[in-house]
Every structure is written in C-alpha cells, then in structure tokens.
C-alpha cells in the first residue's frame, strides 16, 4: 500500500499475543499504516495446527518482543510500551490481564489516553464469559451456523471466517477506529469489549429483520440466500468442478437462462415454488454437460451473477484480484491477498 493510502501512519499499537482473530486485527491495523508491536512469550503458545512462520499473519510485516509477562520485570517492560501507545488490543480470558497487573487501570494509570481493546468469544461479562471456545462455537450460539448448509444436511461451519474474523476481529478494528474519533476530542482512554458472540449476531441483523416480518424461514435451504432456490447455489460441471450462480433480480435470471442454452418457452416460471426442483434438475444437466471452462467463458464478463468457485490458489491468480493488487505485492508468489479497502483522497483547492 503506498504512503498515500496509510491513513492510520502515527498510530502506534501494542498486540499482546493471542491466536485467531487479534492477530488479523493486528494486520489489518498495520497494513493501514499503524505501528505494531507484538509482545510475545518466551514460549510459544499451543496452536493446534502448527504453522510455519511465513505462514503465520502473526508474524507479518510488525516487530515482535519476548517478554515473560509472569515476572515483575516482563510486567514492567509491557507497561513501558503501553504508555507510548496510542492502542493495546489483547484476546485472553476476562481476568487474565488484571491477574498480570496488565488490566486498563493499570494502563491508564500509565497512559490515561490509551484505547484499550479487548477481544473475547464471549464478552468480558455474561454466564460464559470464562468458558473455552472456538468459532463454530460462537456462531453456533447466533443461528448463523444453522443456517448455513443444504436442506437436510447438516451445519455447515464457514472456515473461520464469520466468528473471528468478521465477527470479532473487524468489530474490534471498528471500536478502535470510533473511539480513536471520539479520543480527538475527549482527550481520555476507553476500554473496548469486543465479543464474537456479540459481532457474528450483529452480522445478521438483516436476516433477524425479516425473520421478524415472516419474510425469512428458519429451516435451513429454505430462503433465496442460503441456496433455497435453484437460481442461487452452486451447480457441477463435467470436470467435477462448479459454477456459482447468484441470479435473483429478473434480468439476471433471463441472462443466465439464456446462457445456458434454454428459450424461454422451455422452461416452468421460477415464479412458482412447484417448479423449483423441475428447474434444479434441469440446470444442473445443463452445466454437466460441459467443462467449468466452458462455462466461464459462457459468463464472463455477463451481468449474470454466475462465476467459478474457484478453489484458494485460483482465486489469488485470478485477473480480478492481479488487477486490483496496484503493485501492493511484490512477489505474487508470497500467497498474501492484497489489502482491503482502498483510499483515493480528493483534494479541493482551498477558498
């Protein structure tokens, strides 16, 4: 990202190590132009799932100290960072910093302007607050989880991404840019608590909307946007691959049809329900007739909303994202996904 597009370049940030979603946090802050500095332990914590370094979003692009956060002087060294930083983002159990002598009063007695934020599955209060916990989990407690997969299958559970990462990391990100805006004016510290439970449940306010409205039913595949309709999931090709298809508004729908190959006396109205499964049978023929290659060549480039699924290595490759990375990455080989959003400043000439 060029000098131009880091707009939070100034902003410096203590990360106290954790894993899954701080670590993202810590990212995407530092690849918006914050200064980060991660204070590791002496010994590594346990993973699960081994990763080497290079692979590891913990280690990129911000400097790292070891400090054994149990003895006095490892406590003394953090609180030294803390009182120059601007932000301390931790994701350990509620109490855990406080038993360390790290909590907010301790920092703020040390820099009473520090944004102070703090990432749990739970929340720091509540029942569960100090019950263990992983993505699945949180998402599980939200309906998203059960609403996520085929008719008459079972959950499906989307990587990591809807609890830790949108649920959790970009929602701490999102406090930290708020209170950073009140900071200008209010000259104090804040304490952020960022929960996943909280931010995954939030993600769904739209679907609660019309839940309420009778406008959403609750068994899973059975809405337009969970693959409830035949015009928006994913169909196989000939090579075992597949095509997404996502076409709701009724040009879309007459585009993909028509790409496919059917007129439209050919086929049952989707208007009624009684033809959706006649309208599967008949799609999902179509795309095996041919390679996911053919099919793309069919749809780019169409006001469609059909595309490939394609798999992690396809996607970084793809044209849309080469075209959309403006130079950010050297060495396309380093597998590291350009930074997202973009900034384009508009000057004005001054009256």
């Given at each position: 990202?060029?000098?131009?597009?880091?707009?939070l370049a100034?902003?410096?940030?203590?990360?106290?190590?954790?894993?899954?979603?701080?670590?993202?946090?810590?990212?995407?802050?530092v690849q918006?132009?914050?200064?980060?500095?991660?204070?590791?332990?002496?010994?590594?914590?346990?993973?699960?799932?081994?990763?080497?370094?290079?692979?590891?979003?913990?280690?990129?692009?911000?400097?790292?100290?070891?400090?054994?956060?149990?003895?006095?002087?490892?406590?003394?060294?953090?609180?030294?960072?803390?009182?120059?930083?601007?932000?301390?983002?931790?994701?350990?159990?509620?109490?855990?910093?406080?038993?360390?002598?790290?909590?907010?009063?301790?920092?703020?007695?040390?820099?009473?302007?520090?944004?102070?934020?703090?990432?749990?599955?739970?929340?720091?209060?509540?029942?569960?607050?100090?019950?263990?916990?992983?993505?699945?989990?949180?998402?599980?407690?939200?309906?998203?989880?059960?609403?996520?997969?085929?008719?008459?299958?079972?959950?499906?559970?989307?990587?990591?991404?809807?609890?830790?990462?949108?649920?959790?990391?970009?929602?701490?990100?999102?406090?930290?840019?708020?209170?950073?805006?009140?900071?200008?004016?209010?000259?104090?510290?804040?304490?952020?608590?960022a929960a996943?439970?909280?931010?995954?449940?939030?993600?769904?306010?739209?679907?609660?909307?019309?839940?309420?409205?009778?406008?959403?039913?609750?068994?899973?595949?059975?809405?337009?946007?969970?693959?409830?309709?035949?015009?928006?999931?994913?169909?196989?090709?000939?090579?075992?691959?597949?095509?997404?298809?996502?076409?709701?508004?009724?040009?879309?729908?007459?585009?993909?049809?028509?790409?496919?190959?059917?007129?439209?006396?050919?086929?049952?109205?989707?208007?009624?329900?009684?033809?959706?499964?006649?309208?599967?049978?008949?799609?999902?023929?179509?795309?095996?007739?041919?390679?996911?290659?053919?099919?793309?060549?069919?749809?780019?480039?169409?006001?469609?909303?059909?595309?490939?699924?394609?798999?992690?290595?396809?996607?970084?490759?793809?044209?849309?994202?080469?075209?959309?990375?403006?130079?950010?990455?050297?060495?396309?080989?380093?597998?590291?996904?350009?930074?997202?959003?973009?900034?384009?400043?508009?000057?004005?000439?001054?009256?």
């Amino acid at each position: 990202m060029s000098a131009a597009n880091r707009p939070l370049a100034g902003m410096r940030v203590v990360e106290f190590a954790t894993v899954g979603a701080v670590p993202f946090a810590a990212l995407l802050l530092v690849q918006h132009g914050a200064e980060v500095l991660r204070i590791a332990p002496p010994t590594p914590r346990d993973l699960g799932v081994p990763v080497a370094a290079a692979g590891d979003i913990a280690t990129w692009d911000r400097d790292s100290v070891q400090l054994d956060l149990k003895t006095e002087a490892g406590r003394g060294e953090a609180l030294d960072l803390v009182a120059s930083a601007d932000v301390l983002i931790e994701g350990f159990r509620p109490g855990v910093m406080e038993r360390l002598g790290l909590g907010p009063q301790a920092c703020h007695r040390r820099n009473h302007r520090l944004i102070y934020g703090r990432l749990t599955g739970w929340g720091q209060t509540g029942p569960w607050a100090n019950v263990a916990g992983h993505d699945i989990n949180y998402i599980a407690m939200t309906g998203a989880l059960a609403a996520i997969g085929e008719a008459g299958g079972r959950p499906v559970p989307p990587l990591n991404v809807l609890g830790d990462l949108a649920g959790g990391a970009l929602y701490l990100v999102v406090g930290i840019l708020a209170a950073g805006w009140d900071e200008s004016r209010k000259q104090q510290g804040c304490v952020i608590d960022a929960a996943m439970v909280d931010g995954s449940l939030h993600t769904l306010s739209a679907v609660f909307g019309r839940l309420a409205q009778g406008a959403w039913h609750s068994e899973r595949g059975g809405n337009v946007i969970d693959g409830g309709v035949p015009w928006y999931r994913t169909y196989e090709t000939a090579d075992g691959k597949f095509m997404a298809v996502g076409a709701i508004e009724q040009r879309f729908y007459d585009a993909f049809v028509a790409g496919l190959g059917f007129a439209e006396v050919e086929l049952p109205p989707r208007s009624e329900r009684r033809n959706w499964a006649e309208l599967e049978r008949r799609f999902s023929a179509r795309f095996k007739m041919a390679s996911r290659e053919h099919w793309e060549r069919i749809f780019d480039g169409t006001d469609t909303c059909v595309t490939p699924v394609l798999d992690l290595t396809e996607a970084l490759s793809h044209r849309i994202h080469q075209a959309r990375r403006d130079g950010q990455l050297a060495d396309a080989a380093e597998a590291r996904p350009h930074v997202a959003p973009r900034f384009n400043w508009c000057s004005l000439p001054v009256r």
